[in-house]
């Protein structure tokens, strides 16, 4: 097994000074010289100005958006999640260096709790080097070379890949690792080997099927995918468990493969099974993944949206690869990736429609001509509303339904502009104005929240408030959020009620009408504030844009503050750590007392010109938080009708959830 390695400061010093880091971070972001450092887009948020400084004169990174940044060592556990013994482990195998062997207290061992990486990985390179002697064997790979060669699958495929396949017997790895008096211990935590169950020993995990090993994006080696040969063996498809390196939630086939061609085409290619991937890829698609024998998830959509700009679903042409489609358009259609959807024609596979004459044309025809995410889910209403034999409260029916779809998909947060081809596309095919279409796009529910949403409210149709409403939460959203992210501590510090809830308790129990405060709110309450550090926020956002973009705002929000004169015309000057705090709860509450006067108005539901002009005077009194910089004594604890004086003439900005604090 894998040789463990202590923490030794000279060996971080000898990686660190081996490392060459506009190399390292070259290898993901495309750097320029700028005078002594290089500058690029930011991998830990949506960058479009670059904001990422390289300084190889220092060996550190910085981003001056996010506030991602470090050495060598934070680049590698951000940007691959890992932890810093595998960093160190990975800069070093890069760098040639051999770290220095020892195990010291308190570190695992094969015989603990846990799985180190490097055992995990170890352990599976040796069983898919078994795996691969097996399918070269004359008469135990007999079957599954037939089934390879019948599917058309190449030897220089099988290489690529390491396709290999298990014998037909209940502990042929197990035998073979015995008898060279390896450690099973390993092969068992991994899951290739199991106990057996009437007697003492293990067995073989897989047995009698095709072996289609899957490697992270490092190209090591962390599960096992198995196909049966015998097709009366269930079940049809067998992975590895899941663990700390594998999950299939998270894990795309043939991604060690693709990352670096969907890099460079901008583009990424996402079809059912493994043959399939080997088949695009044999055709000359290298930028072709696929998911692991289940439906496609958010995390998934995140792995390829740090990759691409552009995702094509392919699928194929039955009932299952349509409904299949279904679900993928509602994890894609809110992310910051164009998507395009493929139906195959005539119930085929890629591989099946590859393998025949013209077909590797057909394929680029069909993924050059698909219809995106937008026009796959307008033309799927069109359908309904011309198949729709019923009157026109049936139609109104299926109209309501449908937008009701989109808000739940994440309509309201998506990009503006994305959001206005959408509503362009409705418009066009309803009938209607752009505004009234968007006005009936309702929130999506938030059953878990003790907030209620538009539509959960007695006579929820739109209201001319709205807008001023949802500007003066958003305000007070970003508000909270700038404070805590400069003083995490005030989470769990008090707020000078009556109970003893902190501020953490009290942010619980509340839901931001902005969906990428919302995200940012539920990782903030989540995280004890002394792990809170910049590059644990920034790695929130690596593969979500929309939110990297939002964290960048606040921050803005920040400086904008720590320079702006206040209000009252004090001299400024550096106050105690004490003083400092206080100062920082008093402004969180601030805002968590006008955020809640909202959301009761709210709750209320359309009322009298003097409740609008409620909402129109917190709208006032959030302004005059921000500026006044936090302090009760100078916010004092002006009462609605004060700032109602203060309101006059006030107009509301147009409603937009993605609306950003001001700077």
């Not at 049966?228 to 299939?248: V, W």
Request: proline share 5%; hydrophobic share 40%.
């Amino acid at each position: 097994m894998a040789q463990s390695f202590g923490l030794h400061n000279h060996d971080r010093e000898r990686v660190l000074e081996a490392t060459d880091l506009v190399a390292l971070i070259g290898e993901h972001v495309a750097l320029k010289p700028a005078g002594r450092e290089f500058k690029g887009l930011c991998p830990f948020h949506d960058d479009s100005n670059p904001s990422l400084h390289v300084a190889p004169h220092k060996n550190i990174y910085k981003c001056f958006a996010c506030g991602a940044g470090g050495t060598a060592f934070d680049f590698v556990m951000n940007y691959h999640s890992m932890d810093f013994r595998e960093a160190l482990q990975y800069l070093a195998d890069r760098a040639g260096i051999t770290l220095t062997p020892t195990r010291p207290h308190g570190t695992e061992t094969d015989d603990g709790p846990h799985l180190s990486t490097a055992d995990l990985i170890s352990a599976h390179q040796t069983a898919v080097g078994f795996y691969q002697t097996i399918l070269r064997h004359d008469t135990h790979g007999a079957e599954a070379r037939a089934i390879l060669e019948a599917r058309g699958i190449t030897q220089a495929m099988i290489e690529r890949f390491r396709i290999g396949a298990a014998p037909d017997r209940w502990d042929g790895l197990a035998q073979t690792l015995q008898k060279k008096k390896l450690n099973l211990t390993p092969f068992v935590k991994s899951g290739l080997l199991t106990p057996h169950r009437e007697s003492d020993g293990y067995v073989d995990r897989f047995r009698n099927r095709l072996i289609f090993p899957i490697y992270d994006v490092l190209d090591r080696p962390v599960a096992i995918g198995a196909r049966r040969i015998d097709p009366d063996d269930e079940p049809k498809y067998l992975n590895s468990p899941e663990h700390a390196r594998f999950q299939k939630s998270k894990t795309l086939y043939g991604l060690n493969h693709a990352a670096r061609d969907i890099q460079k085409r901008g583009s990424a290619v996402l079809v059912e099974g493994y043959t399939d991937v080997i088949a695009c890829h044999q055709a000359g698609l290298s930028h072709v993944v696929a998911a692991l024998g289940t439906a496609l998830t958010i995390d998934h959509a995140r792995v390829l949206q740090r990759l691409c700009n552009e995702v094509i679903l392919v699928f194929d042409g039955d009932t299952a690869g349509t409904k299949a489609a279904d679900r993928a358009v509602e994890i894609f259609f809110a992310a910051s990736v164009d998507v395009r959807i493929v139906i195959l024609p005539d119930d085929q596979d890629p591989a099946d429609l590859l393998d025949r004459e013209g077909g590797l044309a057909e394929f680029d025809h069909l993924t050059r001509t698909a219809p995106d995410a937008i026009d796959y889910l307008l033309q799927t209403l069109t359908h309904s509303l011309t198949a729709d034999a019923g009157g026109l409260s049936q139609r109104q029916q299926t109209i309501e339904q449908f937008l009701q779809r989109l808000g739940e998909l994440g309509y309201h947060g998506m990009p503006h502009l994305r959001r206005d081809l959408v509503l362009n596309h409705l418009s066009t095919l309803l009938r209607m104005p752009a505004a009234s279409v968007h006005r009936l796009i309702p929130w999506p529910r938030k059953s878990h929240r003790a907030t209620p949403t538009r539509q959960d409210t007695p006579n929820a149709a739109p209201r001319k408030r709205d807008r001023l409403e949802d500007h003066a939460r958003i305000q007070a959203e970003a508000g909270i959020l700038a404070s805590i992210l400069d003083d995490p501590v005030v989470l769990d510090m008090k707020p000078g009620t009556d109970d003893d809830s902190t501020v953490r308790d009290r942010l619980r129990s509340l839901a931001f009408v902005h969906h990428e405060y919302q995200y940012l709110l539920d990782k903030l309450v989540d995280t004890p504030p002394a792990d809170l550090t910049q590059a644990r926020i920034a790695s929130w956002t690596v593969s979500r844009p929309e939110a990297g973009r939002a964290l960048a705002d606040l921050h803005a929000l920040n400086r904008a503050a720590a320079t702006m004169p206040e209000l009252d015309d004090e001299p400024t000057s550096l106050v105690a750590d004490d003083q400092r705090l206080k100062d920082a709860l008093d402004r969180v509450t601030a805002y968590l007392d006008a955020l809640t006067q909202l959301i009761d108005l709210h709750r209320a539901g359309p009322g009298t010109a003097s409740a609008d002009d409620d909402v129109a005077a917190a709208n006032v009194n959030i302004e005059r938080i921000r500026r006044a910089g936090g302090t009760r004594r100078k916010l004092g604890r002006s009462g609605s009708s004060s700032a109602r004086t203060m309101s006059a003439g006030t107009s509301g900005p147009e409603h937009d959830q993605q609306h950003h604090p001001p700077k």
